[in-house]
Nanobody, 123 residues
Framework: QVQLVESGGGLVQAGGSLRLSCAAS????????MGWYRQPPGKERELVAE???????NYADSVKGRATISRDNAKNMVTLQMNSLKYEDTAVYYC?????????????????WGQGTQVTVSS
């Protein structure tokens, strides 16, 4: 079993900052991609940012320049720092990881999701 445990989030004023962290645990062999998605009220889930094992990052246009994603491979952790928060950033934020786990004599590649953490930006 793999668990992704998120921390951070909560109520933030517009213009403020937040830091979300996520730690993956379980029979993990290696992690290809770690990232953050969000689902605003009444909308579809969307990518916020992701970081690939080599360090390449991708950001949604809506957060470019305001968000920084980083990763600690030794701890299987990913962190999202967001600044200059806007009301439109209000959403449930989900951590996601595409990773390999030990399965018997082999490995399996799957994507796992955290439970989600609410971020509310007050205008």
């Amino acid at each position: 079993q793999v668990q992704l445990v998120e921390s951070g989030g909560g109520l933030v004023q517009a213009g403020g900052s937040l830091r979300l962290s996520c730690a993956a645990s379980g029979r993990i062999v290696n992690i290809n991609v770690m990232g953050w998605y969000r689902q605003p009220p009444g909308k579809e889930r969307e990518l916020v940012a992701e970081i690939i094992s080599g360090g390449t990052t991708n950001y949604a246009d809506s957060v470019k320049g305001r968000a920084t994603i980083s990763r600690d491979n030794a701890k299987n952790m990913v962190t999202l720092q967001m600044n200059s928060l806007k009301y439109e950033d209000t959403a449930v934020y989900y951590c996601a990881a595409q990773l390999r786990t030990a399965q018997g004599m082999g490995v399996a590649l799957n994507t796992y999701w955290g439970q989600g953490t609410q971020v509310t930006v007050s205008s």
